[in-house]
């Protein structure tokens, strides 16, 4: 069992790289989470592992530790009810505002081991004839490396393919793979990934019309959420939008952002937070 220092030293670097918060009723996560990373680096337990780091800190170690601290849970078609609702009325404004001038770029940020990116991916392919050849990107990013090559593989297990998608959508979208399932190539080309932290997302993603960052705020510290609420606005569009998890809020952001009448936890950017980029 690790000691309550060696508890309190992992937290502070996880706050530090990623804003994890680890509330004290869960630090038996900690150990858990822990234990497979000790074994794939080839120590016999986490303690001898956290040994190491205190030998030699090595930072391509560290970073392992603190992406194995945060929460990657993550399923297709995970609370449907915003997805429906970018598709029928957030997604025909962004086209009016586009007007086919440049693509309609879509964020999945903390995007785990893809699902959320790909199921609007398939939402996007099964509407495709009403979308009229409209040019659409989906950019998924993770703070974990092995999450996004998950994501990028676009194969799953049976039990994966269960949570949330539909008979239909798992024969219509995906091919059998040994014990797997692939998305057909019609999906993959839809989507990309690459590695990021939220705290400070890389200048070459550019900026989105709308970025999904469900279920990834609420596991940060308070300063951690405010901080990464403010790089979200930093990376949107002028007539960007904003969608949380359930439960999560744009608390603390300030006037950055403002909610949307009947659309729970989609936010519209304000014009204040362009000009605070600007400033």
Not at 72 to 92: A, V, Y
Not at 170 to 183: D, M, N, R, Y
Request: proline content about 4%; aromatic content about 6%.
């Amino acid at each position: 069992m690790l000691d309550n220092g060696v508890i309190k030293s992992i937290s502070t670097e996880a706050q530090r790289r990623a804003g994890i918060a680890i509330p004290k009723g869960q630090i038996y996560l900690v150990e858990a989470r822990l234990a497979p990373v000790a074994r794939s680096e080839g120590y016999e337990s986490q303690s001898e592992l956290i040994r190491a780091l205190e030998k030699v800190p090595e930072d391509r170690l560290w970073r392992r530790v603190v992406e194995s601290l945060a929460d990657h849970e993550t399923w297709f078609f995970r609370d449907p009810e915003p997805l429906n609702q970018f598709m029928s009325d957030i997604l025909p404004v962004l086209a009016r505002v586009k007007a086919g001038k440049s693509p309609i770029r879509i964020w999945s940020a903390g995007c785990g081991t893809g699902q959320e990116a790909w199921s609007i991916a398939m939402l996007l392919e099964e509407q495709r004839a009403r979308l009229n050849g409209m040019d659409i990107e989906i950019v998924g990013t993770d703070i974990c490396s092995r999450a996004i090559d998950r994501a990028q593989s676009a194969a799953y297990s049976q039990f994966e393919v269960q949570r949330g998608l539909s008979i239909h959508r798992l024969i219509e979208h995906f091919e059998p793979s040994g014990e797997q399932w692939v998305l057909k190539n019609a999906i993959k080309r839809r989507a990309r990934f690459e590695r990021g932290n939220l705290l400070k997302p890389s200048s070459r993603l550019g900026e989105f019309d709308i970025i999904f960052c469900r279920n990834v705020l609420s596991g940060m510290t308070s300063e951690a959420r405010r901080h990464t609420l403010s790089q979200l606005a930093g990376r949107m569009s002028p007539a960007g939008y904003l969608v949380l998890g359930k439960g999560e809020t744009i608390a603390g952001a300030g006037d950055m952002y403002r909610a949307l009448s009947g659309k729970r936890g989609i936010y519209a950017r304000t014009m204040q937070a362009g000009l605070k980029q600007a400033a």
